[in-house]
Protein backbone atom coordinates (compact mmCIF):
# COMPACT_ATOMS: atom_id res chain seq x y z
CA UNK A 1 0.00 0.00 0.00
CA UNK A 2 1.56 3.51 -0.73
CA UNK A 3 0.85 6.77 0.91
CA UNK A 4 1.41 9.74 -0.27
CA UNK A 5 2.66 12.61 1.68
CA UNK A 6 0.36 14.18 3.00
CA UNK A 7 -1.77 10.70 4.14
CA UNK A 8 1.78 10.23 5.64
CA UNK A 9 2.09 13.96 7.06
CA UNK A 10 -1.23 13.15 8.56
CA UNK A 11 -0.87 9.98 10.43
CA UNK A 12 2.50 10.98 11.66
CA UNK A 13 0.38 14.43 13.21
CA UNK A 14 -1.96 11.73 14.75
CA UNK A 15 0.51 9.30 16.07
CA UNK A 16 2.21 12.90 18.11
CA UNK A 17 -0.65 13.39 19.80
CA UNK A 18 -1.57 10.30 20.82
CA UNK A 19 2.13 9.78 21.84
CA UNK A 20 2.14 13.38 23.85
CA UNK A 21 -1.48 12.71 25.90
CA UNK A 22 -0.45 8.53 26.04
CA UNK A 23 3.08 9.38 27.70
CA UNK A 24 1.73 12.24 29.99
CA UNK A 25 -0.87 9.98 31.24
CA UNK A 26 1.42 6.76 31.96
CA UNK A 27 3.99 9.40 33.92
CA UNK A 28 0.48 10.36 35.66
CA UNK A 29 1.41 14.14 34.66
CA UNK A 30 -1.17 17.19 34.68
CA UNK A 31 -1.04 19.33 31.54
CA UNK A 32 0.01 22.13 34.01
CA UNK A 33 2.58 20.27 35.01
CA UNK A 34 4.37 19.33 31.93
CA UNK A 35 4.14 22.99 31.07
CA UNK A 36 6.23 23.99 34.16
CA UNK A 37 8.52 21.45 33.23
CA UNK A 38 8.61 22.63 29.88
CA UNK A 39 9.08 26.33 31.00
CA UNK A 40 11.93 24.99 33.48
CA UNK A 41 13.72 23.95 30.10
CA UNK A 42 12.79 27.47 28.68
CA UNK A 43 9.58 26.29 26.53
CA UNK A 44 7.49 28.97 27.82
CA UNK A 45 3.63 27.92 26.78
CA UNK A 46 0.50 27.17 28.50
CA UNK A 47 -2.24 24.70 29.35
CA UNK A 48 -4.43 25.54 26.29
CA UNK A 49 -1.23 25.14 23.84
CA UNK A 50 -0.27 21.76 25.56
CA UNK A 51 -3.96 20.74 24.96
CA UNK A 52 -4.22 21.98 21.50
CA UNK A 53 -1.01 20.12 20.67
CA UNK A 54 -2.75 16.97 22.43
CA UNK A 55 -5.49 17.13 20.43
CA UNK A 56 -3.30 17.84 16.87
CA UNK A 57 -3.45 21.42 16.64
CA UNK A 58 -0.17 23.72 16.05
CA UNK A 59 1.84 20.83 16.37
CA UNK A 60 5.70 22.88 16.16
CA UNK A 61 8.20 20.57 15.15
CA UNK A 62 10.73 23.00 16.82
CA UNK A 63 9.44 22.29 20.25
CA UNK A 64 9.49 18.17 19.82
CA UNK A 65 12.72 17.72 21.75
CA UNK A 66 11.77 19.96 24.83
CA UNK A 67 8.59 18.10 24.77
CA UNK A 68 10.46 14.66 24.77
CA UNK A 69 12.71 15.79 27.28
CA UNK A 70 9.40 16.78 29.72
CA UNK A 71 7.48 13.51 28.85
CA UNK A 72 11.44 11.71 29.53
CA UNK A 73 10.79 9.72 26.12
CA UNK A 74 13.02 10.23 23.19
CA UNK A 75 11.92 12.15 19.89
CA UNK A 76 12.34 9.02 17.98
CA UNK A 77 9.25 7.89 20.22
CA UNK A 78 6.95 10.64 19.86
CA UNK A 79 7.66 10.52 15.84
CA UNK A 80 6.22 6.94 16.59
CA UNK A 81 9.50 5.44 14.90
CA UNK A 82 10.21 3.11 18.26
CA UNK A 83 7.50 1.17 20.93
CA UNK A 84 10.27 2.19 23.65
CA UNK A 85 10.29 5.28 25.20
CA UNK A 86 14.02 5.26 25.60
CA UNK A 87 14.78 4.09 22.47
CA UNK A 88 16.51 6.64 20.31
CA UNK A 89 16.82 3.87 17.56
CA UNK A 90 14.03 2.88 15.01
CA UNK A 91 12.37 -0.04 15.01
CA UNK A 92 12.85 -2.63 12.35
CA UNK A 93 9.09 -1.77 11.73
CA UNK A 94 8.39 1.70 12.32
CA UNK A 95 5.53 2.30 14.99
CA UNK A 96 3.95 4.31 12.32
CA UNK A 97 2.88 0.92 10.13
CA UNK A 98 2.22 -0.86 13.46
CA UNK A 99 -1.49 -0.97 14.62
CA UNK A 100 -2.63 2.01 16.67
CA UNK A 101 -5.33 1.91 19.67
CA UNK A 102 -8.24 2.86 16.90
CA UNK A 103 -6.76 -0.11 14.36
CA UNK A 104 -6.30 -2.24 17.75
CA UNK A 105 -9.79 -1.19 18.75
CA UNK A 106 -11.11 -1.96 15.40
CA UNK A 107 -9.61 -5.20 15.45
CA UNK A 108 -11.45 -6.30 18.84
CA UNK A 109 -14.81 -5.03 17.42
CA UNK A 110 -14.00 -8.12 14.50
CA UNK A 111 -13.22 -11.14 17.20
CA UNK A 112 -15.97 -13.32 18.23
CA UNK A 113 -17.80 -12.47 21.12
CA UNK A 114 -17.60 -14.46 24.25
CA UNK A 115 -21.09 -15.67 25.59
CA UNK A 116 -22.07 -13.32 28.48
CA UNK A 117 -19.10 -10.93 27.84
CA UNK A 118 -20.61 -7.65 27.89
CA UNK A 119 -18.36 -4.81 25.85
CA UNK A 120 -16.27 -2.22 27.09
CA UNK A 121 -18.76 0.76 27.10
CA UNK A 122 -21.89 -1.39 26.68
CA UNK A 123 -24.19 -0.93 29.56
CA UNK A 124 -24.86 -4.58 31.25
CA UNK A 125 -28.86 -6.21 30.98
CA UNK A 126 -29.77 -5.09 33.92
CA UNK A 127 -29.08 -1.31 32.64
CA UNK A 128 -31.11 -1.52 29.60
CA UNK A 129 -33.83 -4.30 30.45
CA UNK A 130 -37.00 -2.77 32.06
CA UNK A 131 -37.57 -6.35 34.02
CA UNK A 132 -33.89 -5.89 35.46
CA UNK A 133 -34.16 -2.21 36.36
CA UNK A 134 -32.94 -2.44 39.37
CA UNK A 135 -29.38 -2.34 40.22
CA UNK A 136 -27.72 -5.45 41.48
CA UNK A 137 -27.46 -5.26 45.26
CA UNK A 138 -24.18 -4.81 46.43
CA UNK A 139 -21.76 -7.79 47.39
CA UNK A 140 -22.04 -8.89 50.80
CA UNK A 141 -19.49 -7.82 53.57
CA UNK A 142 -18.98 -4.28 51.88
CA UNK A 143 -19.36 -1.13 54.22
CA UNK A 144 -21.68 1.76 52.64
CA UNK A 145 -21.90 0.19 49.21
CA UNK A 146 -23.44 3.49 48.11
CA UNK A 147 -21.82 6.92 48.61
CA UNK A 148 -23.55 9.47 50.88
CA UNK A 149 -25.48 12.60 49.03
CA UNK A 150 -22.87 14.93 48.55
CA UNK A 151 -25.22 18.07 50.75
CA UNK A 152 -27.18 15.91 53.27
CA UNK A 153 -30.04 18.22 55.20
CA UNK A 154 -28.73 20.57 57.69
CA UNK A 155 -29.89 18.39 61.08
CA UNK A 156 -32.31 20.01 63.42
Known sequence: MVMNSADVGARRRLIVMQRL??????????????VSRLGRLGVLTTNKALSSLEHGAGLDVAKLPELAHALECTVT???????????????TT??????????????????????????????????????LARRPAAAP????????????????
Open 77 to 91: YLLGMTSDPRSWAPD
Open 21 to 34: RERRRRLGLTQKQV
Open 141 to 156: GLVNAHPPARNPPPSA
Open 94 to 131: PASQQQGPRDQAAAAANRPRVPGAVPAGARPDWARRPD
